[in-house]
Nanobody
Framework: VQLRVWGGLVQVGGSLRLSCVAS????????MGWFRQAPGKDREFVAA????????YYTDSVKGRFTISRDNAKNTVSLQMNSLKPEDTAVYYC?????????????????WGQGTQVTVSS
């Protein structure tokens, strides 16, 4: 599975939508996740979604601001980010192939996108 992600630059308090398009294999059976890594820090969990889209998981710092969604027909998972803060600045990664047993753990995922820079400027 190849994953492509597009990010961008946004001001504090603004919104940005990340989209991850998968190719090579359908993602319909996979947990999908978003992770991020800021300079000098470990990769951290942001959000995950079950194959049906019914179950969603978020790290505490983004609850109420970020929304993960998926469109299995388009092989796409998205992350809508609102009320962005400077501390949200990081490289964001899309992940696929999660078993669902540990959706917050990077090692649970088999496929990774190339990462995209999100910069929240003040």
């Amino acid at each position: 599975v190849q994953l492509r992600v597009w990010g961008g630059l946004v001001q504090v308090g603004g919104s940005l939508r990340l989209s991850c398009v998968a190719s090579g294999r359908t993602i319909v059976a996979y947990f999908m996740g978003w992770f991020r890594q800021a300079p000098g820090k470990d990769r951290e969990f942001v959000a995950a979604i079950s194959p049906s889209g019914f179950s969603k998981y978020y790290t505490d710092s983004v609850k109420g601001r970020f929304t993960i969604s998926r469109d299995n027909a388009k092989n796409t998972v998205s992350l809508q980010m609102n009320s962005l803060k400077p501390e949200d600045t990081a490289v964001y990664y899309c992940a696929a192939g999660g078993s669902g047993r540990y959706p917050r753990i990077p090692n649970d995922y088999e496929y990774w996108g190339q990462g995209t820079q999100v910069t929240v400027s003040s």
